[in-house]
Each structure stands twice: as C-alpha cells, then as structure tokens.
C-alpha cells in the first residue's frame, strides 16, 4: 500500500531540503538508494538474454567546498538502516572488493555492494 503523497526521490529532496550539499548530489543518491535497494531484482530482455542494470554514479567537486561526502552519508545511513545490501567503505583495497564480492557471491548467490 501506498504511503507517501509523491514519489520517493520527491519526498527524500524534501528530507534533505535544508542540508547545504547541492539538490543535484542529494537527487543523484536518492537514485543510488532506489538502485540499490532494487538490486538484481529488475532487469530487461527475456531470457536467455537478461540484462540486469548496474549504476555507477560518481559525485564529483572541488574539496571541502559542496559537501559530497554529507550529502552521500545521509543516503548510505538509509541504506545501512534499511539493511537491502552489504555496504563497503570507499577506502577499500581492489584485493578486498574482489574478496568481499567473492564471498558474497558463494553466501547469497549475487555479489551487489553499496560502496561509498
């Protein structure tokens, strides 16, 4: 059932209206939240031709001047609360991804990851 009036990425730029990152950082991880929390449970095409679709969204600017890493916090917050997928740090070696998503691979039968 239903429950909100608008639709979900309107309702978290209303969260987020009087937090100082740009709309345009706070749009983009409402996004990667609802890409997210959907995983591989959409995809297009019939088999044996599926396509499930991967997001990778990169906040770019200048250092300490737009608030990337506060506007990316609120949403990883929501998903870490949320509890729909594993989640990684940034600072992460490409050794210990592979690692991670290996054994993510043989515990849950998929390798999906949140890294912020």
Not at 36 to 54: C, D, E, V
Not at 60 to 67: D, E, F, G, P, V
Request: hydrophobic letters at 45%; charged letters at 20%; glycine letters at 4%.
């Amino acid at each position: 059932m239903r429950q909100l009036t608008r639709s979900w990425i309107e309702e978290y730029m209303y969260y987020t209206a009087h937090q100082e990152s740009p709309d345009l950082f706070h749009r983009w991880t409402a996004i990667s939240c609802i890409a997210t929390a959907l995983g591989r449970k959409i995809w297009l095409g019939k088999k044996p031709r599926i396509i499930h679709p991967n997001h990778y969204i990169v906040i770019i600017a200048a250092t300490a001047q737009c608030r990337k890493s506060t506007a990316v916090k609120i949403g990883w917050d929501l998903i870490r609360a949320a509890k729909v997928t594993n989640t990684s740090a940034a600072r992460i070696t490409d050794a210990m991804l592979w690692k991670q998503l290996g054994l993510l691979s043989v515990e849950k039968g998929s390798a999906e990851m949140f890294i912020f």
